[in-house]
């Protein structure tokens, strides 16, 4: 992992791609790593609250805090809860640094904090996009906002003045792993805006295993032997990881998005008491995408 700390609002979530590694966790409540974690969401209510009182430790060094890292903090539940947003404004008034990973647009709501927290403190934003292909996008994460929304969220923060990122992960072999794919990502990243781009590669827990199998036989049943033959533990092979960081690094330069997105070595997270609400939502509670400005114009706003 890239980062040192992380925070995430919500534990489940709707967007329900089928690789996320996030499902797993659902299994350390006694729910499964399928339809629980995409429909049984967990509301970390008073999370801006603890957030405010481990910043204000007199030991706290002021690193940066990754949110997003297990959840998507801008799911749908984050329109009614705004915990992400108060989370912002609370590390913002710090001054404290913060990354955020998502693949949806109902980040830009919250472009006054960020522009906010940028004057005091380095922010980075990242999209996830597996993909420009909608079709493809659909099969593989049927509940995220189509991966142009994203990328149109991406310019409208980048034309603010927000630093921002996109992170192709993960790469799957036999799916979105041949240069032209990660060439058409890093192409659209770079058009609209990113500095930095990065490519992983899948990793498969145990609990996740299961499910992703399950949709290769529904989706990519000409694959399913191939993944079940290759798979070492959790991992690619090898050889397939050095190809995907290939792939990518040949992608970065072709498209001058040269900034690593790595750095940093990966700590224990810290562990706050934490108040949790559990909610079901049903998958078809999917808001409609939010409209966005092609270029936002922090001046005209
Ligand atoms: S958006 Fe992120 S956290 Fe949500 S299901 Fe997809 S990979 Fe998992």
Known sequence: ?????????????????????????????????????????????????????????????GESVAIGTATDAYQPAEKRFR?????????????????????????????????????????????TVTTVDPELAERIEPGAFPPAIRLRALDTLASAGITCG???APVMPGINDSQASIDAVARSAADAGASSFWAGPLRLAPPVRNHFYGF???????????????LDGQHLPRLDQELIAHRAERARSRFG???????????PAPSPVLQLQQLSFPLSDDPAPIELPLRYDPLSA
Not at 40 to 49: E, L, R, T
Not at 257 to 267: F, K, W
């Open 1 to 61: 992992m890239p980062f040192k700390w992380s925070l995430n609002p919500y534990r489940g979530c709707v967007h329900a791609c089928h690789y996320c590694y996030a499902r797993e966790m659902h299994t350390y409540l006694g729910l499964d790593a399928e339809g629980d974690f995409e429909r049984q969401i967990f509301i970390k209510g008073n999370i801006a609250s603890v957030l405010d009182r481990e910043l204000s430790r007199p030991g706290w060094r």
């Open 83 to 127: 915990l992400t947003r108060a989370c912002i404004e609370t590390l913002g008034r710090h001054g404290n640094p913060f990354s955020v990973v998502t693949k949806s647009s109902l980040i830009v709501r919250d472009l006054d904090l960020l522009l906010a927290a940028r004057e005091r403190a380095d922010i980075r934003i990242y999209f």
């Open 166 to 168: 996109v992170m192709m």
């Open 216 to 230: 290769l036989q529904q989706e990519f049943p000409e694959l399913l032997t191939w993944y079940l033959k290759h």
């Open 257 to 267: 998005l040269d900034e690593s997105t790595r750095r940093g070595t990966p700590e």
